[in-house]
């Protein structure tokens, strides 16, 4: 199959949608990559690298769109890469159709076979291509959170370990998931005093195994979250409820209890966020103040960290970028429940049900659209 990889076009995108890596297992498993020249640059790998590994570069990203059999990225398709798809081209990136219609028309007309990373599954009813992401934003939550409590950027002017005979900071995290046990593992690694609320048993419980006594656990109530937060140098937004809006478990009267300079990390935000004063920020303009206190709620933050972000992607993706390659999109998708999972759009017609729901729109089943 010939594999096309082009440069990311959206805002301050600088990941890939393969590695030169990802493209010498394709190469190995005897099929061929066409790459856009420059399109590793932001992620750190060079044209050359790609040559080394076997890909053909390319000036354009029409060209690619031409040529490809399959078109692997990360972002969903702007306007401009819509309009270059082909009836029976495959598309595997990003999607997050839902919000938007434009796109979800845009694609049903493209005839194109579109595969969505955020809808894909595993044995364990979990979405194996967005949990490197959670991964990265979690441990970069306390990084960002360091560096916003310092007094130049706002903060109270704590440095998260302390120091001997001077307290460290203490960590709220709310949500123990993946975001939030990987925020956990760094914001302890810092020294800091963490204390992570989930309303998940099995997710306490896990936490409480894994760190011992490194970290406390709460059961998640109003009055506990109220409690901690008040006492909170950094909070940080983890939560998660399946397809619906981020619960706001931190209220606005909230906030007038918290420390001036305190600092929340809404990890959560591109679920509306968990606090009610969230609202989304870029990594440009990370951070806005309200009622003294330091918010950052940047939709993507993975994108900060483009080349570590773009190997974790790479390497929960190829797998199955490999079986669309080896067995062809039908039969890749018909013998994978979990991939199937991931088609959201095929050949005209729309195949993600809360999709179809989100925009009133009529859907088949993909097991119907697979014939
Ligand atoms: N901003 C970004 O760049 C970025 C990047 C990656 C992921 N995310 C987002 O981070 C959020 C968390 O993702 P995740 O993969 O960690 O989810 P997850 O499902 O692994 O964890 C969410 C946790 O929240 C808990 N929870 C739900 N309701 C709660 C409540 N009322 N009180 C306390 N805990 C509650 C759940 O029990 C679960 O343990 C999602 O919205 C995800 O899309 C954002």
């Not at 044995?123 to 959170?145: F, I, K, W």
């Not at 909070?235 to 619906?244: D, E, F, Q, T």
């Not at 420390?259 to 990390?265: F, K, M, N, P, S």
């Not at 999109?329 to 994978?336: C, V």
């Amino acid at each position: 199959m010939l594999v096309g990889v082009p440069k990311e076009i959206k805002d301050n995108e600088f990941r890939v949608g393969m590695t030169p890596a990802a493209v010498a297992e394709l190469v190995h498993h005897g099929h061929a990559a066409i790459v856009e020249k420059g399109a590793g640059v932001g992620s750190g790998s060079p044209d050359e690298e790609y040559a080394r590994a076997g890909a053909i570069l390319v000036a354009t990203a029409e060209e690619i769109f031409a040529r490809a059999e399959m078109v692997v990225k990360v972002k969903e398709p702007l306007a401009h890469e819509r309009r270059l798809l082909r009836p029976g081209q495959i598309l595997f990136t990003y999607l997050h159709l839902a919000p938007d219609l434009p796109q979800t028309r845009d694609l049903i007309a493209s005839g194109a076979i579109c595969i969505a990373y955020e809808t894909v599954t595993d044995a364990h009813d979990r979405l194996p291509l967005l949990t490197p992401m959670s991964e990265v934003a979690g441990r970069l939550a306390p990084q960002v959170g360091a560096h916003a409590l310092e007094k130049a950027q706002g903060g109270r002017g704590v440095l998260l370990g302390g120091v001997p005979g001077v307290a460290a900071a203490n960590v709220v995290i709310l949500g123990g998931g993946v975001s939030g046990a990987h925020a956990a593992t760094i914001a302890v690694g810092m020294g800091a005093n963490v204390t992570v609320v989930d309303r998940s048993h099995d997710a306490l419980r896990r936490l409480a195994a894994q760190f011992g006594s490194a970290l406390k656990t709460v059961y998640s109530t109003r009055a506990s979250i109220a409690d901690l937060v008040g006492e909170a140098d950094l909070v940080i937004g983890a939560v998660l409820l399946p397809g619906a809006a981020a619960p706001k478990l931190v209220t606005r009267a909230m906030l007038a209890t918290m420390r001036t300079g305190a600092v929340i990390v809404d990890i959560a935000i591109d679920q509306g966020g968990c606090c009610e004063t969230s609202k989304p920020t870029t990594h440009s303009n990370p951070t806005y103040v309200v009622d003294g206190v330091v918010h950052y709620c940047v939709a993507n933050m993975p994108g900060a960290v483009a080349r570590t972000s773009t190997f974790a992607l790479n390497h929960a993706t190829l797998p199955f970028t490999l079986a669309l390659a080896d067995k062809g999109w039908r039969d890749a998708l018909k013998e994978d429940p979990h991939l199937r999972a991931g088609l959201n759009v095929c050949e005209g017609k729309l195949t993600c049900a809360p999709v179809a729901e989100a925009h009133g729109l009529e859907a088949v089943s993909p097991d119907a659209a697979l014939g």
